[in-house]
């Protein structure tokens, strides 16, 4: 798991890691990283939060959506750092088809190897 990501407060890009803030700021050393990394501040360290572990409906999926700053009243960081927010969501009907046409596809692609594996002379 990545130890450390941030968010790039003015334009909400995000998530960035330690090496792209050091393309912008190349005075910052590769020997600065993880707790002696001087996040700038133009940039905001996101405390990541696991995914919640409930029960999910069969076309349900929790998404990683864009990070709450400090302050905000749902984050309960007690660091005063950015934080993850998991929102459930249910696939659409054209997410559903997607994925059961993927499934079809690699049904038909192992047939196809197996009938070429039982036809190759051997």
């Known amino acids: 798991m990545v130890k450390n990501f941030y968010i790039?407060?003015?334009?909400?890009?995000?998530?960035?890691?330690?090496?792209?803030?050091?393309?912008?700021?190349?005075?910052?050393?590769?020997?600065?990283?993880?707790?002696t990394f001087p996040c700038p501040q133009t940039y905001g360290l996101v405390e990541y939060i696991d995914k919640p572990t409930d029960e999910l409906g069969t076309y349900e999926y929790y998404d990683m959506d864009t990070p709450i700053p400090p302050g905000h009243p749902s984050n309960t960081s007690a660091n005063n750092n950015w934080q993850i927010v998991w929102t459930k969501k249910t696939m659409t009907d054209e997410e559903i088809e997607k994925i059961n046409q993927t499934i079809q596809q690699n049904l038909e692609a192992r047939r196809q190897a197996k009938a070429n594996t039982a036809n190759t002379p051997g």
């Open 8 to 35: 790039k407060i003015e334009t909400m890009e995000w998530p960035r890691f330690e090496g792209d803030i050091r393309l912008e700021h190349p005075e910052i050393t590769e020997e600065q990283t993880g707790n």
